[in-house]
């Protein structure tokens, strides 16, 4: 599917373009944004790097990464940047993950994000499960999830190293019927 194109009231999923480098690095090159996430800030330089691959990625046929642009719809500023792919492990599922500039913090823009990642893959992916992992520490991630009607599954110990040292994940999902029931 591209290109990408989903909205909610306040916010707009859409392709990456190569213009948005500097807005990702505002996300990518920020150590408070980058706390919880599984690595350590990136450089402009490598931020360029995953914005080509995923512009690329975009039109591959089949499509297993929707790694999109995250624009308030009022500034058509870009806030943030989420990401959905496809679990080669697990029948019709995928993994998702997000970020924020710090700035869009504490706003309800998360609990938005992730409502529109989820419509994105049981609304015109027809995926199965979704499931996402966030640091221990990151409660402010587990609200966000739980807001958004995800369920806590449990820890994966040792699962994520970053600046030499191994943290655990804990595992949030939805299932098909249970994001049908929300409806």
């Known amino acids: 599917m591209y290109p990408v194109k989903r909205s909610s009231a306040r916010l707009e999923l859409r392709e990456l373009t190569i213009e948005d480098v500097d807005a990702v690095l505002s996300i990518y090159g920020s150590p408070e944004a980058t706390e919880h996430l599984s690595f350590e800030p990136r450089t402009r330089e490598q931020v360029g790097h995953i ?4 512009i690329a990625s975009a039109t591959a046929e089949p499509r297993s990464e929707y790694a999109l642009a995250l624009v308030e719809r009022g500034t058509n500023g870009l806030i943030g940047f ?8 697990q029948q019709r599922a995928a993994t998702f993950g997000f970020a924020l500039r710090p700035d869009a913090w ?16 049981f609304e015109e992916l027809g995926l199965h499960r979704i499931w996402g992992a966030r640091s ?27 600046a030499g040292r191994w943290r655990d994940s804990v595992v949030h999902s939805m299932l098909e019927d249970e994001w049908r029931r929300l409806g």
């Open 51 to 54: 914005v080509a691959r995923s």
């Open 82 to 89: 989420g990401r959905l792919a496809m679990d080669p492990h």
């Open 106 to 121: 504490g706003v309800g823009y998360g609990v938005e994000t992730v409502r529109l990642l989820l419509a994105l893959g």
């Open 136 to 162: 221990p520490l990151n409660e402010a991630s587990a609200r966000t999830m739980r807001a958004a009607g995800m369920v806590e599954e449990g820890t994966i110990r040792g699962h994520i190293e970053k």
